[in-house]
């Protein structure tokens, strides 16, 4: 009969090998081992509880996943960790903590608690803990400071460099640091250094057999191809990784947000119809998982085909009161990306059903705080600005919306110039909506 490190051993390997399911029964099995010891053991426990709750994240928040309520695995790995007094077991617990709080709480708890697993990994001296932790607060530190996100990411990249590649585990985290450099340049404006840090990650992730993972970048590099206009790419990168997710009776957040991402490339595309399917199943999954970064995302692309204005089914009054509730949602957990997003879609709302001041009020709060904080993840700039322009506009305050419209037309065509691609960068400028858009508004107000 094996024993609980061999279990927890085997079951790392599943979850790499992308058996998320395996990994958590082997997990589950070395945790009833632990508890029958008669001496409290804290390292397997520690390390048996991170597995677990790194295999069960797709299902977080659902209906009966995992077996264990993941709020009670959570409390038990800190518990655990923080009595051993280790502080690569500390690190572990709070990089666990991090993850979860992204998903239930709020970005800046979670950012918190992960400079905590950076300092205790620090102290660790151990590799595969720093690289871990840094990776994880750099990727979250981009809904605040995209500066730092890069800067933490290079590091973790870095440090992951020199171990050997030919473990599967050095694999996974090399194709996911990877994968977090491409969407922290794709966050930052830079479309050829993003896409090409993406697709070496997936081709990592997929060699290395992982799941999660791969339905993660999978959706980073569909944001970056729908973002570029390259509707025909995205749509079979996004097709394959839900293709690739098992169909099971959980609600799945990696399945839901490709859902809706998919559905915000057929609106971006023009097709509408084909848009309400995936969109609103993708909310579906959500509503279930109840992730609290994914969450505003879903419900801003709900709100965003509800006053498409080729959706036969367009509801602007009803979309109005989806995003009262998305700002509200995104502001108690810290999400400022899906707020600003929530708020120019709301000004669009608001001037459809004749309020003036209130479309102005909402475009201004949006803009403003854009320029204090810089790039967000999952925001597109040049669209504040524009939405910014277009109720300025209507309002006869032609300077400032002027000047707004400038703002755009910058942040759209540096973002141009990343692209090496003659084809790329025509298609950036001529099939997406809000880039044709801003090109139309300054050949007809002037620059």
């Not at 280790?86 to 572990?92: A, E, G």
Request: hydrophobic residues 45%; aromatic residues 4%.
């Amino acid at each position: 009969m094996s024993g609980p490190e061999e279990l927890v051993g085997a079951a790392q390997l599943a979850y790499f090998h992308g058996r998320d399911r395996d990994a958590v029964a082997l997990c589950e099995q070395a945790l009833d081992l632990l508890d029958a010891e008669p001496v409290r053991r804290p390292e397997p426990r520690v390390r048996a509880l991170h597995v677990l709750l790194s295999a069960t994240q797709r299902w977080w928040g659902a209906e009966g996943s995992p077996q264990r309520p993941t709020a009670e695995l959570v409390a038990a790995v800190l518990d655990t960790a923080d009595d051993s007094g280790d502080p690569l077991l500390k690190s572990m617990a709070r990089h666990a903590q991090g993850a979860y709080l992204i998903a239930t709480n709020s970005l800046p708890e979670a950012i918190s608690v992960l400079e905590e697993a950076v300092r205790y990994a620090r102290e660790s001296g151990d590799p595969l803990a720093q690289v871990d932790a840094i990776a994880e607060l750099g990727h979250h530190m981009a809904g605040r400071d995209l500066h730092r996100t890069l800067e933490l990411l290079t590091e973790a990249h870095a440090l992951v460099d020199g171990l050997d590649s030919r473990d599967i585990g050095v694999l996974v985290r090399s194709g996911r640091i990877a994968g977090f450099l491409g969407v922290g340049h794709f966050d930052a404006g830079n479309f050829d250094e993003g896409e090409s840090w993406l697709r070496r990650a997936l081709a990592d992730l997929e060699t290395a057999g992982i799941l999660d993972q791969f339905l993660m970048m999978s959706n980073y590099l569909g944001q970056l191809l729908v973002a570029a206009g390259r509707f025909a790419e995205g749509r079979e990168v996004l097709g394959r990784a839900i293709d690739r997710t098992p169909r099971e009776p959980d609600a799945s957040t990696h399945l839901g947000y490709n859902l809706g991402l998919l559905g915000k490339l057929e609106l971006e595309s023009g097709r509408p119809a084909e848009a309400a399917g995936p969109i609103n199943e993708g909310w579906r999954h959500l509503r279930q998982t109840r992730h609290a970064s994914v969450r505003p995302i879903l419900r801003n692309y709900l709100a965003e085909l509800l006053i498409h204005p080729g959706y036969e089914r367009r509801a602007p009054a009803a979309a109005d009161r989806l995003l009262v509730e998305n700002e509200e949602d995104a502001r108690r957990t810290g999400f400022l990306r899906s707020e600003l997003n929530a708020l120019i879609l709301h000004a669009q709302v608001r001037l459809e059903l004749g309020d003036l001041p209130g479309a102005v009020t909402l475009a201004e709060q949006a803009a403003i705080r854009l320029e204090k904080v810089g790039a967000l993840p999952a925001l597109r700039s040049e669209e504040v600005h524009l939405v910014h322009h277009d109720v300025l506009r209507r309002a006869g305050r032609d300077a400032d919306a002027q000047r707004a419209l400038a703002r755009a037309r910058d942040i759209l065509l540096a973002k141009a110039e990343t692209m090496a691609d003659p084809e790329h960068r025509r298609a950036f400028l001529t099939r997406v909506p809000v880039s044709a858009a801003i090109l139309a508004a300054t050949d007809r107000w002037g620059s």
